[in-house]
């Protein structure tokens, strides 16, 4: 049972770049979640989808792009990384959205 | 005004003590209400849903205040191993909120 993965773990990308975190879960969750966490914030919504080819805007939505091609797979992209960008990244998805999420492992991004 | 608010601590408590973390919440018309866990930076994990009723599991006790909206989370008899941080989430029509955490340190 995979559950919930996300990839890279860690990376490292230079300011100006673009760059891609993949999300991918295997139980079908209509609901999937963008977060980054950040010291003294706790976690912050990004982008939210509430299931293929829809989407929408969190708390801190700026310098990310979401899609949602398929049920399973939620990339997160930053399209010219800067270093306020540097976090890490939690990926979750739920059922239905009034119940609980369940968390993938995280992406450490440093954007140096 | 923050969605969710929680008191960082730490709270520093010995082996077998009881130990309770507040959280407050700012919209009224919040659906739903967890305690998650988080240990060092990792995934959270959900620890517990919140009902109206009040709900036990084991050694963990959630309640829910609607009406002065605050959510509550008492631990007895403290475990080395509840040494953590304690997430309060709550749900507003599809977006969920977290607390910054409170972070417990259960000392032998």
């Known amino acids: 049972d995979a559950g919930i993965t996300q990839s890279p773990r860690y990376k490292i990308t230079e300011t100006g770049r673009q760059v891609t975190l993949m999300c991918h879960q295997t139980?079908?969750?209509?609901?999937m979640f963008w977060y980054r966490q950040d010291l003294g914030h706790g976690l912050r919504l990004i982008y939210y989808?509430?299931?293929?080819?829809?989407?929408d805007k969190g708390e801190v939505p700026d310098g990310y792009v979401v899609s949602r091609s398929k049920t399973e797979n939620f990339p997160l992209t930053l399209e010219s990384a800067t270093r306020s960008q540097t976090s890490v990244y939690f990926c979750?998805?739920?059922?239905?959205?009034?119940?609980?999420?369940?968390f993938g492992p995280g992406t450490r991004l440093t954007v140096t | 005004r923050k969605e969710v608010e929680q008191d960082p601590g730490p709270f520093n408590v010995p082996e077998g003590a009881t130990v309770a973390f507040n959280c407050t919440y700012s919209?009224?018309?919040?659906?739903?209400f967890f305690w998650y866990r988080q240990d060092c930076r990792k995934e959270p994990k959900l620890l517990m849903s919140?009902?109206?009723s009040g709900n036990e599991d084991g050694r963990f006790t959630a309640q829910l205040n609607r009406a002065s909206q605050y959510i509550s989370l008492l631990i007895r008899d403290s475990k080395l191993s509840d040494s953590a941080t304690y997430l309060c989430?709550?749900?507003?029509?599809?977006?969920?909120?977290f607390g910054s955490g409170t972070k417990l340190n259960v000392k032998p």
């Open positions: 919209n009224s018309a919040s659906q739903s």
């Open positions: 989430v709550v749900n507003n029509f599809n977006k969920f909120y």
């Open positions: 919140v009902y109206s």
């Open positions: 979750a998805s739920t059922e239905t959205s009034p119940h609980e999420q369940y």
């Open positions: 989808s509430a299931a293929a080819d829809i989407t």
């Open positions: 139980w079908s969750h209509s609901y």
